[in-house]
């Protein structure tokens, strides 16, 4: 590595994969003025990337596509440091690339792994290249493909010097805010904080996923309300109050008002005389199923291993599991005979919708929470030091989860925190926005049991809040059925040292029945 070496000296950047994400990262650093090296194991994905550029003509640097490997980091090397972006599955494929370009590698390269990673393997990887002096950053991306381009909202974690030799590159490319501009990309923390940040992100994406979800089923299933009313519908929550400048919402409003066309799109999808491309999608999500997707298992995982409770998170996976293998489901659908979602003429609507907006902004809440605790509490653990504030200032943009009342209200209370927040229930301004909608997320989830519709997300939201904000809870009942049959024993109530006390073995055992 030449000393001293800066970012300016950068020109071109190396990107491995390239589907929809590789290609569209590819489109945006070259918009950005830097040429781009872009290869793939699959040689079809490579044509079709040339295709896609060669129709393109906003590049302003250079693309060059490779088909064999070693040719492609030969294309990094007149620069005093090789910088490869990793746009590919998570686990092996990761490790599989790494194997071929290893001996190409030398020591100062920087790979900055932009795939849904696990943590681990992310520390695994930068243990192996230690001795080589090659730096392996673990970045997360977000914001889809379209960010991919357009600019993501981005949460590299590993190597200080590292990051900060790209950063400038980074921010350049990166999603900016709409509040002060700022790009949303920051240093998160050593090792694997970067690509655990961005895991935890998907799983409050995910509480979010299925919070929305439940809504569209409530209005239309139950209230009878056809798409492009509901469209409207949230459009006008993302215009104002709480649920202000919220992607899911705003995408939502897309969705529901995207009628067919007599020549669809340009994969021929959507083709129809009448009639909403909604009708033609499924209702089987199934990235859980095909290991395409594991960012949301681990953030449940995690959360139990970190004995943080995420039941907005955890019910929105199992809600997406049970939908994803869709011929059993039918099958169990046929043996059980469960109610159907009821269509009811329900005469007051306006307050019906009024109050699922509120339980919508409850239930993100939740999410966010619940998302925003298991990171501290990793960051503790893992001795990783990571801000939430800036956490927050990343998700301003460019990204999934991106929600401004919510922003509004944490990023500058975590900021301008003097000491890390484990309990984001703790903070005033949580706590009230959580109290003042309370009646608005119990009031909906009483309606949807009702009418039999689908609410896990919404209904796991009301009862964490219950729950954690119970004083003594029926698990008092399970703490004594765990001493009488495996002596687990207990604290007593109102002893000093007892109550509260830790959350360690208790100190009493009653012999229930004798052995």
């Not at 699922?356 to 999410?367: G, M, T």
Request: hydrophobic letters at 35%; aromatic letters at 8%; charged letters at 25%.
């Amino acid at each position: 590595m030449a000393p001293n070496a800066g970012i300016s000296q950068v020109t071109r950047i190396g990107i491995v994969g390239a589907g929809n994400m590789g290609t569209m990262m590819s489109f945006g650093f070259s918009e950005n003025g830097l040429d781009v090296s872009i290869w793939d194991v699959s040689e079809k994905n490579v044509d079709q990337a040339r295709e896609m550029a060669e129709q393109t003509k906003t590049l302003k640097g250079k693309i060059d596509h490779f088909k064999d490997i070693h040719e492609f980091s030969k294309s990094l090397s007149s620069q005093p440091r090789k910088i490869f972006v990793f746009s590919i599955t998570h686990g092996w494929p990761a490790d599989s690339v790494l194997d071929k370009i290893k001996d190409d590698l030398k020591a100062g390269d920087i790979i900055l792994d932009g795939g849904n990673e696990h943590y681990r393997n992310t520390e695994r990887r930068q243990n192996e290249l230690e001795s080589k002096g090659v730096k392996w950053i673990g970045m997360g991306v977000s914001g889809g493909y379209q960010s991919a381009r357009r600019g993501p909202s981005m949460s590299p974690g590993g190597d200080r010097e590292a990051i900060e030799f790209v950063l400038p590159l980074l921010e350049k490319f990166s999603a900016k805010s709409m509040v002060d501009g700022k790009p949303c990309v920051q240093y998160m923390g050593p090792r694997g904080a970067g690509h655990y940040v961005k895991m935890v992100h998907n799983g409050i994406e995910n509480g979010m996923l299925s919070t929305v979800c439940e809504a569209w089923g409530f209005l239309n299933k139950s209230l009878g309300l056809p798409y492009d009313e509901i469209g409207k519908i949230f459009e006008q929550w993302n215009a104002e109050g709480e649920l202000q400048n919220t992607y899911l919402i705003q995408i939502g409003s897309e969705i529901c008002g995207r009628k067919k066309t007599r020549q669809g799109d340009q994969h021929d999808e959507g083709k129809g005389e009448t009639g909403y491309v909604l009708d033609d999608v499924l209702d089987k999500v199934v990235q859980d199923d095909d290991n395409s997707e594991g960012t949301l298992f681990w953030t449940v995982m995690d959360a139990a291993q970190r004995h943080i409770a995420t039941p907005t998170i955890a019910a929105g996976h199992f809600f997406r599991v049970a939908s994803g293998n869709r011929a059993q489901r039918l099958k169990v659908v046929e043996n059980l005979k469960i109610p159907k979602p009821q269509q009811v003429d329900a005469k007051d609507k306006d307050n019906l919708i009024e109050a699922l907006r509120k339980a919508v902004y409850a239930s993100f809440l939740c999410s966010f929470c619940q998302g925003l605790e298991l990171i501290a509490r990793a960051s503790k653990d893992e001795g990783w030091d990571v801000n939430l504030g800036k956490c927050i200032q990343i998700w301003r943009a460019g990204c999934i989860i991106q929600e401004d009342h919510i922003a509004d209200m944490l990023e500058p209370i975590l900021l301008n925190a003097k000491e890390p927040i484990m309990n984001m229930k703790l903070i005033d301004e949580v706590a009230s926005e959580l109290r003042d909608n309370f009646d608005a997320l119990k009031q909906t989830t009483l309606k949807a049991i009702e009418w039999d519709n689908y609410v896990p997300a919404i209904s796991a939201s009301l009862e964490y809040l219950k729950y954690v904000g119970g004083g003594m809870l029926a698990t008092q009942f399970m703490e004594a059925e765990m001493d009488f049959f495996g002596a687990h024993a207990y604290d007593r109530p109102h002893v000093r040292g007892e109550d509260p006390g830790r959350p360690t073995k208790g100190a009493h055992h009653y012999e229930w029945r004798p052995a």
